[in-house]
């Protein structure tokens, strides 16, 4: 056998093993392609289809912001994403007999009286009614809109705030702004002076 022949079998037999060991076969390239591209992962990219984990949702994401309230004295239904888009808005989760909750409304009447926000009270006690809402606002000159809450929305404030948002003497208190709900420390009455404050930080 020549020297040449030789050369060439005893390549053709390192390539052969090589092949064998590597368990894998290459796969032909579609013309115009690079042999880099479709499958292996871009560095600092992410999956166009989840969503960044830091980030919070946004107000078209948000189903607190876009669930619908019904405002139990004029019965106009809305939603606290539309109230937020014309100007900050305080939520207080509240009930009718909790003594603290209207401690805090008529600070909420004095800090409507020094600066332009809504206002927006969600009775989360299951025994009392709409219309019980609506004589206890309209009795105390309330002049905002007062919600009762079904267990849909209960279940959205709990999921996110716990289970002390559902504890009226607990002031549980939201600032909307910004496309964001922000709950307040929970446990104590604010001035008014201490509402417009947070009010104004958005």
């Given at each position: 056998m020549s020297r040449t022949i030789a050369a060439?079998?005893?390549?053709?037999l390192v390539l052969t093993a090589c092949s064998a060991g590597s368990g894998q076969t290459a796969a032909p390239l579609t013309?115009?392609?690079?042999?880099?591209?479709?499958?292996?992962?871009?560095?600092?990219?992410?999956?166009?289809?989840?969503?960044?984990p830091?980030?919070?949702?946004t107000q078209a994401e948000d189903p607190l912001l876009a669930y619908e309230l019904v405002d139990v004295v004029s019965g106009e239904t809305f939603t606290?994403?539309?109230?937020?888009?014309?100007?900050?808005?305080?939520?207080?989760?509240?009930?009718?007999?909790?003594?603290?909750?209207?401690?805090?409304?008529?600070?909420?009447?004095?800090?409507?009286?020094?600066?332009?926000?809504?206002?927006?009270?969600i009775d989360v006690d299951p025994n009392e009614d709409p219309e019980d809402l609506s004589a206890y606002a309209e009795r105390e000159g309330f002049d905002w809109r007062f919600v009762k809450a079904d267990a849909e929305l209960v279940k959205l404030l709990t999921d996110r705030y716990g289970f002390g948002v559902t504890n009226p003497?607990?002031?549980?208190?939201?600032?909307?702004?910004?496309?964001?709900?922000?709950?307040?420390e929970f446990g104590r009455v604010r001035s008014a002076e201490e509402l417009i404050a947070e009010l104004s930080a958005g």
């Open positions: 060439s079998l005893a390549a053709l013309p115009g392609t690079s042999p880099s591209s479709s499958d292996a992962p871009t560095v600092g990219a992410t999956d166009a289809g989840s969503a960044d830091s980030a919070g949702p606290l994403g539309e109230l937020a888009a014309d100007a900050p808005v305080l939520v207080e989760t509240m009930a009718i007999w909790c003594s603290t909750c209207l401690t805090q409304q008529r600070q909420v009447v004095r800090a409507h009286e020094q600066a332009e926000f809504h206002s927006v009270g003497p607990s002031t549980p208190t939201f600032i909307v702004a910004n496309g964001e709900v922000r709950a307040l």
